[in-house]
């Protein structure tokens, strides 16, 4: 039993990096969680033509605006999983008494999270946009304001999430709070792909949605923070 | 010494008893003068400002439309502020103001919505237009649902009162930014056939009784905050003894 | 560390509620190192809510709470550093291996492998804790307790439940082994535990009654949430 050496009077606490390839391999283990969202993504685009009609015109003029909102949607779905398993086994908990401020577990999750729903997302959105008829000039531009936007809507996303981890349903009142939040990255998003198919530049656009995913960056992590150290409350 | 005792001050003002006790006396004037102003403001408004000149009677939904667009999102601010003042100093009065705005916050939106439309039809020709103020209405109104319903998730109050009090002030954070941004929005995709008269400067003697409205909104805003805040925090601190006195004084 | 600074954790006069029930009142002890606390009481008599008031997670107490003479929350930053706390949520993610659960809370592989050996999980270093047993992942849980780097102070809701009694005399005496080091601990147990120096605590010599709970607001000075 003495094989221990004495207290150190320290906690060895992970750093950052660990974090986030513990993440990251926990992601990669739920390949379903991964796909999950892509698939819903994918299922709803393919109905809008049945909704609304096949005529490409039609179709070209809704597809970025559809293709934001179907991405928007997918992101917050798959929110909900985000903190609730760490939730329930406890983790979250240690996480939270850990001397490592929270804000770099969090940043880790959320990190992960682009990687696996908005990272993917971004690299399909070609393939809708050609199932939609989207104008040629639109799809560069696409790539990247979702590949941008959707780091900033899962950091967002993480507030809500943390907020509502302790619930037993969060499911829409995650969407109702979180919702109006997206509400900048949805309009910066698509005004981008409208001025790329319209022939005019649009890279104001993307500066404005890449200096949002750095202001979420910095506080959305700290808030998001707050509400786990709120939630793990008793 | 100063510092002091307005720290002290300040430390009273967030005893639930002191400001049960204090305020009792304030809401009969806060009544009074929200029902001289509003009446005054109304009879005024409604009967003997003139008509304008491209809109006929129609403009005077203006003198309840837009005082109820300017405290729903002074609402949110004030909300936002019991917040934190919560959170950072822990004080269980700020917390019920918060949670008692919440909802006054919410149906003043609506009523800015619901007189916005009414006023759309004969302006616009119809009642929902995707015009800027009222969209970014619309997302306040959003919001507030939001806060309300996270509150009513929670079965312990006071995880409630930090969750909604974190949301209030990630709202608050986003509110210039999305208006901003749904400002941007609506120049896009401006139709040529709606422009607002908002550049247009508004007659003295309509502008008064409009003015005396926004003051009877006010008071009755805080009048309604006020006694909402009373029943909350009768309700959250029924059981101790300065409760059970004041509800004895009041039998 | 230990002689200068005998009392680690100070409580004094602590009252706690939840849900607007009053649990405990009036409750006061010292920690000092090398010594430990067994918390006894009833279910729901509020070990669970005693333990976590004293690791920071619940705001709602009255009375005062010090960590080498510093008061909560001030203290909560340094209290962290030096915190082993585990729960009834053992902090366990069933995606990963008990190896890479044991690295998450910053283990060498080396003292990871030896503290798994020890608690008898020999073999399953590279299952995934989803396919463990119950007892199994407390064990994991528990691994902590085994590692070179441990903290000072332990906080441990029901260590001994969910162990076979191998399980018992091993964390028993790894418990002793903290306690000889200078370590200290609180824990809540069912059943007696053989340490010393060890004081108990019985939650119903503290219980709040209705004169109490009244004497608590009286004032109406209770302003804080």
């Known amino acids: 039993m003495s094989m221990l050496d004495a207290p150190t009077g320290r906690r060895v606490a992970p750093g950052f990096g660990v974090l986030f390839k513990t993440e990251l391999l926990l992601a990669l283990r739920h390949r379903a969680d991964i796909a999950n969202p892509l698939l819903f993504f994918v299922t709803v685009l393919a109905l809008l033509p049945l909704g609304v009609g096949p005529e490409p015109a039609l179709l070209a003029k809704m597809a970025s605006g559809m293709i934001w909102v179907m991405a928007l949607l997918a992101t917050l779905l798959s929110q909900e999983s985000l903190f609730r398993g760490d939730f329930e086994n406890g983790s979250l908990e240690q996480m939270a008494l850990s001397p490592q401020p929270l804000y770099f577990a969090v940043l880790a999750k959320s990190m992960v999270h682009w990687m696996v729903t908005g990272l993917p997302l971004a690299l399909l959105s070609p393939l809708l946009g050609l199932m939609l008829n989207l104008p040629a000039a639109g799809y560069l531009c696409l790539f990247f304001s979702l590949l941008l936007g959707s780091a900033s809507l899962s950091l967002v996303g993480a507030v809500g999430a943390a907020l509502t981890v302790a619930l037993s349903r969060p499911g829409l009142l995650l969407a109702l709070i979180v919702m109006p939040l997206y509400v900048p990255v949805l309009i910066f998003g698509t005004g981008a792909v409208q001025a790329a198919i319209d022939g005019y530049g649009y890279s104001a656009q993307l500066a404005v949605l890449a200096a949002y995913l750095a202001a979420a960056a910095a506080l959305a992590p700290l808030a998001a923070a707050g509400a786990i150290r709120i939630s793990t409350e008793t | ?251 | 560390m230990p002689s200068n600074s005998p009392h680690l954790l100070q409580v004094r006069d602590l009252s706690c509620e939840r849900d607007g029930r009053d649990l405990f009142a009036g409750l006061s002890f010292d920690l000092a190192s090398g010594c430990a606390v067994q918390i006894e009481g009833a279910n729901g008599a509020g070990k669970t809510s005693l333990l976590r008031t004293l690791i920071g997670s619940a705001a709602d107490f009255s009375g005062e709470i010090l960590w080498n003479g510093e008061s909560y929350p001030k203290a909560l930053p340094k209290l962290r550093e030096s915190l082993l706390y585990i729960g009834h949520r053992a902090g366990v993610r069933g995606g990963l291996t008990p190896l890479e659960n044991l690295a998450w809370y910053g283990a060498s592989r080396d003292a990871a492998y030896r503290a798994l050996e020890l608690l008898d999980l020999y073999g399953f270093e590279d299952t995934l804790c989803q396919q463990l047993s119950a007892g199994q992942n407390r064990r994991v849980a528990l691994a902590r307790l085994f590692l070179p780097e441990a903290p000072p102070l332990w906080i441990l809701d029901e260590p001994l439940a969910a162990l076979d009694v191998a399980g018992v005399s091993c964390l028993q005496g790894q418990m002793a082994c903290h306690l000889s080091r200078g370590g200290s601990i609180v824990f809540t147990s069912h059943q007696p535990v053989g340490l010393t120096p060890l004081q108990s605590i019985q939650l119903a010599d503290y219980a709040a009654g209705d004169t109490v709970a009244g004497g608590v607001f009286v004032g109406g000075e209770d302003v804080h949430a």
């Open chain 2, 1 to 251: 010494m100063e510092v002091f005792l307005a720290w002290q001050w300040f430390h009273r003002l967030g005893s639930p008893r002191w400001f049960y006790q204090k305020t009792g006396a304030w809401l009969p004037w806060l009544a009074l003068a929200s029902a001289v102003l509003l009446a005054t403001g109304a009879v005024w408004g409604l009967g003997f400002a003139p008509e304008d000149a491209k809109q006929g009677n129609s403009y005077r939904i203006i003198y309840i439309h837009v005082p109820a667009a300017f405290l729903a999102l002074a609402g949110y601010y004030i909300m936002a502020v019991g917040g934190a003042i919560g959170l950072i100093w822990k004080m269980k009065l700020s917390f019920a103001v918060m949670r008692a705005a919440a909802p006054i916050g919410a149906v003043l939106t609506f009523i800015a919505l619901f007189t916005g439309a009414l006023w759309g039809k004969p302006t616009w020709g119809t009642y929902w237009v995707w015009d800027a103020r009222i969209t970014s209405m619309l997302i306040l109104l959003f919001l507030y649902i939001g806060v309300i319903a996270l509150g009513r998730a929670f079965a312990r109050e006071q995880v409630a009162d930090k969750a909604c009090a974190l949301l209030a002030l990630v709202g608050t954070v986003n509110i210039p930014i999305i208006y901003k941004s749904v400002d941007w929005w609506f120049t896009l995709h401006q139709p040529a056939t709606i422009r607002l008269t908002k550049a247009s400067s508004i007659d003295p003697s309509m502008f008064y009784p409009l003015l005396t409205m926004i003051a009877g909104f006010y008071c009755f805003y805080a009048w309604t905050l006020i006694a909402h805040t009373r029943v909350l925090l009768l309700q959250r601190e029924w059981r101790t003894q300065w409760v059970r006195e004041a509800l004895v004084e009041e039998k």
